[in-house]
């Protein structure tokens, strides 16, 4: 018997949470797309088509979706993964960076041996809304001396204008704008 149901496609499966993490917040879940086979395969392939023949020695996922998408987009790439973490997650010796978020304040961590300086690498991360946590994540890279390739997110929130936040020369690559 063969399975006639139409395919859903990995946007339908996103949901809008209102007033998370706090009132005012839309946040878009994504957890419904990962949880579904389809769903998860379209969001990794969406992630890693611009990416084919960049030469990416390593993706960057920022905590914590960006370890998901991340972790499976080095698989894919045939990469390394390196997590950037929210403070004291790291156990050993680390290079830190606070931003700001649309909703308040945070910081992001590396092992300052991540990866060699030159290493070509991707940034991810679920969202890019202001542009807070991405400019942190390019400052370490900058500071380990990594050749980002670019970054890339699975959904860009237009209205907040992070795009125009980052350095122009960077590479941007965006699965859904909304």
């Given at each position: 018997?063969c ?9 339908d ?21 990962l949880a579904?086979?389809?769903?998860l395969?379209q969001?990794?392939?969406a992630?890693?088509?611009?990416w084919h023949?960049?030469?990416?020695q390593?993706?960057v996922g ?9 972790a499976?987009?080095?698989q894919a790439?045939g990469a390394?993964?390196?997590a950037?973490?929210?403070?004291g ?6 290079l830190?960076?606070?931003y700001g ?7 992001l961590?590396v092992h300052?041996?991540?990866l060699?300086?030159?290493?070509r690498?991707?940034?991810?991360d679920?969202?890019l809304?202001?542009?807070g ?8 890279c900058?500071?380990?001396r990594l050749?980002?390739?670019g970054i890339g997110v699975?959904?860009?929130l237009?209205?907040l ?11 941007i ?6």
């Amino acid at each position: 018997m063969c399975n006639t149901a139409p395919r859903r496609a990995w946007t339908d499966l996103v949901r809008d949470v209102p007033d998370f993490p706090k009132p005012g917040i839309r946040f878009k879940d994504i957890t419904p797309a990962l949880a579904d086979p389809q769903g998860l395969a379209q969001v990794v392939e969406a992630l890693i088509a611009p990416w084919h023949g960049a030469g990416v020695q390593a993706v960057v996922g920022i905590e914590a979706r960006g370890f998901i998408l991340g972790a499976a987009m080095a698989q894919a790439l045939g990469a390394g993964f390196v997590a950037m973490r929210k403070p004291g997650k790291l156990p050993a010796r680390t290079l830190s960076q606070s931003y700001g978020l649309e909703y308040g304040k945070d910081c992001l961590e590396v092992h300052e041996d991540a990866l060699p300086a030159g290493t070509r690498v991707v940034i991810v991360d679920d969202v890019l809304a202001t542009g807070g946590t991405l400019g942190a994540a390019l400052a370490l890279c900058a500071r380990l001396r990594l050749d980002v390739q670019g970054i890339g997110v699975l959904i860009e929130l237009e209205a907040l204008a992070g795009r125009a936040r980052l350095p122009a020369q960077v590479r941007i690559e965006t699965a859904l704008r909304v």
